[in-house]
């Protein structure tokens, strides 16, 4: 029995993995600010269909999206608090947001007047604009920034003839990029947010790996800043050098706010529309990073729709609680939620009842200040470049998934080409057909990287993908892992850092391995979690208490008790909980189900070795899980 179930697994691997995207993209992908080439296509072909057809027509009949639209240029651009003075301040909104509008038009319909209307009103900026002054010069950069680096994004790579490009790139480098990826670490959490979305559109158009890094830091830094989680602790954290750093200067930052529940924001007990702004803000960073192969969903998604559900049950008349805000928020919560809804909802499966409510209620969103048409853009739409809907490895970076197996004794990759079609295989030699190799964002540079081990040295070899189908020369751990059995595994993101993660269990000490991807195809040291795991064990890896981090589970070789590590985003990892005895580490018995009851916490699954029941965990959080429920009997934990 055991030489039938590795022959098996020894046949062409279309690495059904599930690999987190990385801290990093490989190559920039244009368009790609908030929308993509993908998902305005998919507009396109749904122009004359509900939610879209309302949400087109409003457009077509706003006044931003008029070719007799006049652009008002300055040199300077001065505003005061809450925008007053206005000196400049609506006028360069305004034109932002109409040559973004201007620039949908465009795509939309072909019409090259509406590219050569968009073109007009940047050209008109580029000529004069020198610099932003004022109490409310940060927040403008942003709101400004955002629209202007998508609108350009757009014309650039979809339309030809804008000569001036280059003027308008240049001044998004030096009169926006250098006030807004600066950040705004005191302020109330909206502003940095607003001015980290315009700072990572900007720097995807300049093409500045530097800027689009240093914007998503700044994200991930403010994210757990301004939403609130349980998993934080008793109080928020604090915006990365702010001078709100104390527990007593927190709560203040937060409003005097005392009692903290997930989904709360550091701007509740101001109003619900500027918290609408923040959580809209977080949206788009993490939309324009997803075009671009950056999964921060996966960071964002619990805070996110906690967020979103519990602001639109008290914009929709929930009672306030006496312990939030003094018993009274103020409304107004607008409509800021389609982008993160689309994303949460309708790609990533979860119900978010209340948000859902309020988004459908809201159609079509309008334009307001650095939102604009997101009912039309985001509504219902799958598309989202640089995420691969299957998971499939693509060690080339084109966007096309290839295949790899070792069945022959030869470790050999093919490449994807589209239309059922694969490019010349890359072989490389000296494995065994026992061998399971894996597939994973080892290094985080967007591009897959592949890793086995050596069937005569019996060394784990990590190579990293180029992205031409071609693989670098492989660093070495070991010896002493088994290529024989299912001993290797790509654990995902465990200590959360945007890389992905590998495990095995060693063939001499039985002790379990995991090292952390390091970027740069460098692993940190290997953190050994006890021993007495069979080198016949296939470890599972998923985010089983929801919180964003890969937990890992395994079967014990002695007691046949299922151990489950709860991932603490460091690489290390809790003591484990058990369930058990009666599970059998010798066969594939273990398995990570996915999300199965859609709570946003991965399920496990496993036969029973005696009594050959099919049992379900359900993942309820903090490392503990639901009571099992049986499937049936009859089933057999060889296969």
């Known amino acids: 029995m055991r030489l039938a179930r590795p022959l098996a697994a020894a046949m062409l691997v279309v690495a059904a993995l599930s690999m987190p995207q990385p801290a990093q993209a490989a190559v920039f992908k244009h368009p790609g600010v908030l929308v993509s080439r993908a998902q305005l296509d998919f507009v396109r072909a749904n122009l004359g269909n509900e939610p879209w057809k309302s949400a087109w027509n409003a457009l077509q009949l706003h006044r931003f999206a008029q070719v007799s639209y006049t652009a008002h240029p300055r040199a300077e651009v001065n505003c005061g608090p809450s925008s007053k003075p206005d000196n400049g301040c609506s006028d360069e909104r305004e034109d932002a947001m109409a040559a973004y509008t201007h620039a949908l038009r465009w795509y939309l319909t072909k019409d090259s007047r509406y590219a050569q209307k968009a073109i007009q009103i940047m050209d008109a900026w580029s000529a004069v604009i020198t610099k932003h002054t004022g109490d409310n010069a940060p927040l403008q950069t942003g709101w400004a920034g955002a629209n202007f680096s998508r609108a350009a994004e757009l ?76 998993t934080d602790g008793s109080y928020p954290k604090a915006p990365p050098n702010s001078k709100h750093d104390t527990k007593a200067e927190i709560i203040d930052y937060w409003k005097g706010q005392t009692t903290f529940v997930d989904g709360l924001t550091q701007e509740t007990c101001r109003d619900l529309w500027h918290t609408g702004w923040g959580l809209a803000a977080i949206s788009h960073v993490a939309e324009t990073a997803r075009h671009q192969g950056v999964d921060l969903y996966a960071t964002a998604k619990h805070r996110l729709r906690s967020a979103m559900d519990f602001h639109a049950r008290l914009e929709l008349g929930g009672t306030v609680p006496s312990w939030l805000c003094g018993g009274k928020v103020t409304k107004g919560l607008g409509d800021h939620f389609e982008v993160g809804y689309n994303a949460l909802h309708h790609r990533l499966g979860y119900d978010i009842p209340d948000a859902e409510r309020w988004v459908e209620q809201n159609r079509p969103a309008r334009v307001s200040h650095f939102l604009g048409w997101e009912t039309l853009t985001h509504a219902q739409n799958p598309h989202g470049a640089g995420i691969s809907a299957s998971a499939t490895p693509d060690f080339n970076a084109d966007g096309v998934g290839d295949l790899f197996s070792a069945a022959t004794g030869t470790l050999t990759v093919w490449n994807g080409k589209g239309g059922n079609q694969f490019g010349p295989a890359t072989a490389i030699d000296g494995w065994t057909a026992f061998t399971r190799p894996i597939a994973g964002d080892f290094n985080g540079d967007g591009i897959s990287d592949l890793a086995a081990i050596k069937k005569d040295s019996h060394k784990l070899h990590i190579w990293n993908g180029q992205g031409s189908n071609d693989f670098a020369s492989a660093i070495e751990l070991g010896p002493g892992w088994n290529p024989y059995e299912d001993t290797l595994m790509s654990l995902g993101d465990v200590n959360e850092d945007g890389k992905t993660d590998i495990g095995a269990v060693h063939s001499e000490t039985g002790k379990l391995t995991v090292w952390n991807g390091k970027g740069g195809n460098q692993f940190g040291p290997g953190s050994t979690i006890g021993g007495g795991w069979k080198v016949f064990s296939r470890p599972i890896a998923g985010d089983f208490n929801g919180d964003g981090i890969s937990d890992l589970a395994a079967i014990k070789k002695d007691s046949h008790k299922l151990h489950i590590w709860n991932g603490q985003s460091s690489n290390d990892f809790t003591s484990a909980i058990e369930l058990g005895p009666g599970w059998n580490p010798y066969e594939d018995t273990l398995m990570s189900l996915g999300d199965v009851n859609q709570d946003g916490k991965t399920d496990i699954g496993a036969v029973h070795s005696q009594t050959g029941t099919l049992t379900v965990w359900n993942g309820k959080g903090g490392n503990q899980f639901g009571p099992a429920t049986a499937i049936s009997s009859g089933w057999t934990p060889y296969f």
């Not at 979809?158 to 490009?165: P, R």
């Not at 807004?180 to 502003?191: E, F, L, S, Y």
């Open 155 to 230: 014309i650039k790579h979809t339309y030809t003839g804008w000569t001036q490009a280059g003027r308008f790139a240049g001044k998004l480098r030096t009169v926006y990029l250098p006030t807004v990826i600066a950040g705004r670490p005191d302020n109330n959490g909206n502003w940095e947010l607003i001015m980290t979305d315009a700072a990572i559109g900007i720097a995807v158009h300049l093409d500045d790996r530097a800027s689009f890094d240093r914007a998503i830091t700044t994200w991930r830094g403010r994210l757990p800043a301004y939403v609130y989680l349980k």
